[in-house]
């Protein structure tokens, strides 16, 4: 009991001593609360045949049956199989991009050089991605589109972009590095610039070139950031990028064999007034998802070397 009163005692303490930094901390705190935990309530629906009159916790009991429509429907493999590559396909081209233009910029001489080409990079990631959906179609029109006119000039014959699936995964992923890069390379531009700077010029000293010192002392100096970045990323590799695919593709049935994933799956039958109960099993399916791969994917990095795993 003694032991207990002196706990409680020494949390209030804390509590009294920290009270400006943990007010500070109340609006994010009650945020997340509010936008992050209390919605996991609506998680019931999934087991449900969801109506208003009933509410929440009111709607008939269907067990998985919501989750039975899904696998039923002859979609769920393909959007899943999309989602996850295309996501392995934005990390691991980004995360190339990202390096390689902070490593650029970190070894670039000239500060007014320096600070244009990094906004140049950065700018993108502040557009709209209804924005880029319309340079998207300006550039790709079939009949209007800036690409068709240059190749048609070349005397090459026009491609109906919106027509053949089969250019879209690149197409997507070139959006996604050109708009997208920017914010990874501040990120790893910050980590680079924290390595000590002894460090190269003793490299320096001793011979080493500037592609050496990039290999035995940037790299491995940033590591820590690449893990902790992919291991954040993976974490939502069933999560497909709304905004992305939505605003590129839009409701052009044509191109879903190769562009639907799972969100845009979702939102079309949300659209569509169906089942509440089934969108939501299929956010908690690809939730349980997210969460097997982060736990798998720290799991092999704590296996390797327990200082670069998240928890």
Known sequence: MGEQKKKSSGFFKKVVKYRTLLLMLLPSALMVFVFSYLPMCGLVM?????????????????????????????????????????????????????????????????????????????MPYFISWVV??????????????????????????????????????????????WKGVGYGVVVYLASILGVDGAMH???????????????YITLPSITPTVI?????????????????????????????????????YVFRMTIAATDVGQTVAIGFYQSVLCFITIIIANWIVKKKDENYSLF
């Not at 340079?135 to 009949?143: G, H």
């Not at 010029?201 to 290999?215: K, P, S, Y």
Request: charged share 15%.
């Open 46 to 122: 999934a087991f449900e045949r969801f109506n208003y009159s009933d509410g929440i916790f009111g709607s008939p009991w269907v067990g998985l049956e919501n989750f039975k429509f899904f696998f039923a429907s002859g979609k769920a493999l393909s959007v899943t199989r999309n989602t996850a590559l295309y996501n392995l396909a934005f990390i691991g081209i980004n995360t190339v991009l990202e390096i390689l233009f902070a490593i650029v910029l970190s070894e670039m001489a000239g500060k007014w050089l320096k600070k244009l080409t990094q906004s140049i990079i950065f």
């Open 201 to 215: 010029e003793a490299a320096a000293i001793d011979g080493a070139n500037i592609f050496q010192r990039i290999r």
């Open 228 to 264: 902790t970045m992919t291991l954040l990323a993976l974490g939502k590799i069933f999560r497909g990028n709304l905004d992305l695919f939505y605003q590129l593709v839009g409701q052009n049935g044509m191109l879903f064999d190769k562009t639907d994933v799972i969100d845009t």
């Open 132 to 177: 880029v959906g319309s340079i998207a179609y300006s550039l790709l029109s079939y009949e209007t589109g800036s690409l068709n006119g240059i190749l048609e000039s070349m005397g090459i014959d026009a491609i109906n972009f919106y027509g053949e699936a089969g250019w879209w995964p690149f197409i997507i992923i070139a959006f996604s590095a």
